[in-house]
Nanobody, 126 residues
């Protein structure tokens, strides 16, 4: 079973940057889809970005141009570089993975993913 651990969250001023990391342990299969989600108090969990084993990436409209998802396979680590942060980016950020499948349309839904990290908090002040 793959386990995920996020890190890199914190408190920053508006316009600042953060780089979130998600390190995976266990056996990583050759085909997978991984994503970053975020959830603010009282709101649903929404997709931010996703990447699959083919190197394809997708971004939510709300973050396009400000966020980059990437992976370092040698380190079994997924990254989310966030720039020009806004107060509305404040949320708990989660890393998620699904083995044996590349990303497709259903991977924007949290239910698509079976493996989740514990989350890392991001707070952006005005």
């Amino acid at each position: 079973q793959v386990q995920l651990v996020e890190s890199g969250g914190g408190s920053v001023q508006g316009g600042g940057s953060l780089r979130l990391s998600c390190t995976a342990s266990g056996y990583i299969y050759s085909s997978y889809c991984m994503g970053w989600f975020r959830q603010a108090p009282g709101k649903e969990r929404d997709g931010v970005a996703r990447i699959d084993s083919n190197g394809r990436t997708w971004y939510a409209d709300s973050v396009t141009g400000r966020v980059t998802i990437s992976q370092d396979n040698a380190k079994n680590t997924l990254y989310l570089q966030m720039n020009s942060l806004k107060p509305e980016d404040t949320a708990m950020y989660y890393c998620a993975a699904r083995m044996h499948s590349a990303c497709y349309s259903a991977s924007w839904m949290p239910s698509f993913f079976g493996i989740w990290g514990q989350g890392t908090q991001v707070i952006v002040s005005s």
